[in-house]
């Protein structure tokens, strides 16, 4: 389905926004743009990640943006975001995707109802909703990761942890992987664009400030996952502990209970009158010398 968002015709411009295109659809709009057939087609695979290509007086950019339909298990690059495929003319801006982007109809309803709006203007204003659909995702993420802190610090108990900070960090991983080479193509355009730099100086603080939330995210779940295994290990030292301290108490009297209880004939304790009394203070005084040992070690 071909709209026009946006047209100037006392200036020539126009910009056309191509939902879930078919096959000649896209065929009409390469031979009336004089767009190369194959980067038409290669706009609609839906693998590709963001890229910046420049084709004779064409600039043709790929940009993939948060899907905020996408499920909470999901966690690679085609379930998190949708592509946006984005081809400049000079007097033509065209917009290329397979399901509708709430972002474009939102940029049109603020930004083209002034017609002193140019088409380089609308190009920055889709990298940069396209940059901060990330924002919300970044924010949850790092929610989760304070929740996850108070689990691994306050409760004994912490089940699957470990498997939903994985997928916790496949996601952050995508949305790190998209800003970054999002990044690469709005440095690329910041140089190529005759737009005012104050305009560009903003766009590429927000690519900047957007790497560095998400980088310190991914960061704090590593170091939060360290933390979790180093807590593990040391309250499983804690249980070595105790377990220990009371084989060294039992372990002397097992020995002594051992001696006799093999019913030996020849056994003079066993026929004393004072035997078992005798094995009970044996065993106390052994339990007290334990026990004075360790005081003197600091173990208690």
């Known amino acids: 389905m071909i709209n026009t968002l946006y047209k100037n015709e006392t200036l020539g411009l126009e910009w056309i926004d191509i939902v879930f295109p078919t096959p000649q659809e896209l065929e009409s709009i390469a031979q009336k743009y004089g767009i190369h057939r194959h980067a038409i087609e290669d706009c609609m695979q839906p693998n590709h ?161 957007m790497y560095v939330e998400c980088d310190q995210v991914r960061e704090n779940l590593n170091q939060l996952l360290s933390i979790h295994f180093n807590v593990s290990t040391q309250r499983v030292n804690e249980v070595i502990l105790v377990l220990t301290l009371f084989s060294a108490f039992f372990l002397p009297l097992t020995f002594i209970v051992g001696i006799y209880g093999m019913n030996f004939k020849m056994m003079p304790e066993l026929t004393w009158q004072y035997g078992y009394p005798a094995v009970w203070g044996l065993m106390v005084l052994v339990v007290l010398v334990i026990w004075q040992w360790f005081r003197r070690k600091k173990w208690f």
């Open 49 to 209: 990640l963001p890229k910046l290509e420049f084709m004779d007086n064409i600039m043709f950019v790929i940009i993939r943006v948060y899907d905020e339909e996408s499920l909470e298990n999901a966690d690679s690059i085609q379930e998190l975001t949708r592509k946006i495929a984005i081809f400049f003319t000079g007097k033509t801006l065209i917009t290329i995707h397979r399901r509708e982007q709430p972002l474009l109809l939102d940029i049109k309803d603020t930004y083209c109802i002034n017609d002193n709006i140019t088409l380089e203007r609308i190009a920055v204003q889709i990298l940069r909703r396209g940059i901060l659909s990330y924002e919300v995702p970044i924010n949850k993420a790092d929610q989760i990761v304070d929740a996850f802190e108070t689990k691994v610090f306050l409760k004994r108990k912490q089940p699957n942890i470990i498997r939903d900070s994985y997928f916790l960090k496949r996601k952050v991983d995508v949305y790190k992987r998209m800003i970054l080479l999002t990044k690469d193509i709005i440095y690329r355009f910041k140089e190529e664009s005759p737009l005012n730099p104050v305009v560009m100086a903003d766009l590429k603080d927000t690519i900047d400030r």
